[in-house]
């Protein structure tokens, strides 16, 4: 069996490069970075550098990077920390439906203290309209959070003319790049946003580290109390290693940026074409026009996706799925809800995310083996419900 | 986890499709999560010579499904009335926990098809 992991949306194995950064701070140089002796400082130099290489991929000010235990943590931060600081000059948040959990639920929790929020659909593509965004904000609207790159679809978001518009009524904004950092083009002044979150285990990065980048001049109030670790801004002692492997992660994907465009890119099309082409019945979910290169959503008819799945991981391919079934209740992915994706064509979705590792054999190894299981699914599946 | 004969049911899903020559069929459905289950038997001098199904489902639904078709063959129609749960999960072996109610859809779509009569 040939062993494929095309699940890089959910988490990625960590590069060795990083690995390799990360362990003297995990033995000999287990300083903490707040303490005053060599040992700590030479943590706090390692904090500072891995800061600076988290800047150097977003494009921003070292100082305007606090880091996380990942993404969650950071966008619960933009969202509730903002919505904490400025609710003095309104109370109303935008958002859309595709969000994260980790935004959609914290919108959730402010609106039982008060808040009101608007939920955008996007279009059938998956993408947020400027124009719904700025018919949304109001004068009230103290900040709009749209995601950058859809971790379901891959789609991505017009968000610097979402930013322009969310500016116009003077909201701040954030934007959840977990998916897109180190996939595309990350720059904050270019994109013009007020927060962006970013996580490390999506990048071939350890898990449980993340950033969170907040312009010079909008403050939030920490979730995380304790210290004046992070500027005051979030409490506790670093995770060195943690931060020093975000760090080389961001590097490393920083210098590989090009490459992971035009590589995974180009395995990315060959897997989605070959799968259109062998297989009838296929629709891919959300634009192909606008995404990013790593991620591709197909819908296969009159297939169960979840039995998909475990048919695919019974022969050694990871992937997931738009729709879980547990103990006799359907649970259907909520992105592509959003896009009125009929629900037998969520119930028929699969995610083929692809990392940095993916490589040639990979795609042929998918392609020879998923057009059969497909096939047995569908000579299994009732002509009619009836 | 799956076990070793639930992975082969999902992946080989024996016995699929429906069954011209059947004398006996029913569906069942979970009307909570969608899953439907059509079970085809040709029954003859008291035996099931033939089982096919069908299924839209999960994992769970499949591998019950197919692996009721596996345990009804060549088994006397007294002998598949009194089959229930347990023997039908004994035969597809180890599924996740949450998975189990297919094999709860696979028990009522037999007991359906076998009370349905000679059509």
């Known amino acids: 069996m040939h062993p494929v992991y095309l699940d890089n949306n959910a988490t990625t194995p960590v590069d060795p490069e990083v690995y390799e950064a990360m362990t003297p701070f995990l033995r000999e140089e287990f300083g903490n970075a707040s303490s005053a002796h060599e040992k700590g400082q030479r943590a706090r130099k390692a904090v500072e550098e891995a800061r600076s290489q988290v800047a150097g991929l977003l494009g921003c000010g070292d100082r305007e990077l606090l880091f996380t235990s990942g993404g969650t943590e950071a966008d619960n931060l933009a969202v509730w920390g903002v919505a904490m600081r400025y609710r003095d000059r309104g109370t109303h948040i935008v958002t859309s439906k595709i969000e994260h959990p980790a935004v959609l639920r914290t919108c959730e929790v402010l609106e039982n203290d008060g808040f009101q929020v608007t939920y955008l659909d996007p279009g059938p593509d998956g993408i947020v309209s400027p124009d719904d965004v700025e018919q949304a904000t109001r004068e009230d609207t103290i900040l709009v959070s749209v995601m950058y790159v859809n971790n379901e679809t891959g789609t991505v978001q017009p968000l610097p003319e979402i930013v322009a518009v969310a500016r116009k009524k003077g909201a701040l904004f954030h934007t959840d790049a977990v998916q897109a950092a180190g996939k595309i083009p990350v720059n904050v002044k270019q994109l013009g946003v007020d927060l962006l979150s970013i996580s490390a285990h999506k990048l071939h990065g350890p898990k449980g580290v993340g950033a969170l980048f907040v312009k010079d001049g909008v403050e939030v109030v920490p979730l995380m109390l304790g210290g004046s670790h992070e500027r005051g801004r979030r409490g506790g002692t670093e995770n060195v290693p943690g931060i020093v492997g975000i760090g080389r992660t961001c590097s490393i994907a920083n210098r590989r940026l090009d490459e992971f465009k035009s590589a995974i890119g180009g395995l990315r099309d060959r897997l989605e074409e070959g799968i259109l082409e062998s297989v009838p019945g296929t629709h891919v979910n959300g634009s192909r026009a606008r995404r990013a290169p790593h991620v591709t959503n197909i819908s296969f008819d009159d297939v169960g996706g979840e039995t998909l799945l475990v048919a695919l991981d019974f022969q050694g391919v990871a992937v997931s799925t738009g729709a879980a079934c547990a103990a006799g209740s359907i649970s259907l992915s909520h992105v592509l809800s959003a896009m009125s994706i009929p629900e037998d064509r969520i119930r028929g979705a699969i995610r083929f995310s692809l990392g940095r590792f993916t490589i040639d054999d990979d795609i042929d190894y998918v392609l020879r083996i998923l057009p059969d299981l497909v096939k047995r699914a569908r000579e299994a599946a009732p002509e009619t419900a009836d | ?119």
Do not use: W
């Not at chain 2, 059509?38 to 029954?43: A, E, P, T, V």
């Not at chain 2, 591998?63 to 596996?70: S, V």
């Not at chain 2, 129609?77 to 859809?105: I, S, T, Y």
């Open chain 2, 1 to 119: 986890m799956y076990g070793e004969t639930a992975r082969r049911l999902i992946t080989e899903m024996p016995n699929r499709g429906s069954l011209d020559d059947s004398t006996h069929s029913a569906k069942a459905e979970n009307p909570v999560c969608g899953d439907i289950i059509k079970l085809y038997l040709r029954i003859e001098e008291d035996v099931v010579r033939d089982a096919r199904f069908e299924c839209r489902g999960c994992p769970g639904a499949m591998a019950a499904a197919a692996g009721l078709t596996e345990l009804v063959k060549a088994k006397s129609a007294v002998e598949c009335r009194a089959f229930n749960l347990e023997d039908l999960e004994a035969h597809v072996g180890q599924l996740p926990r949450h998975k189990r109610h297919g094999l709860e859809l696979a028990v009522e779509v037999l007991r359906s098809c076998l009370g349905t009569g000679e059509r």
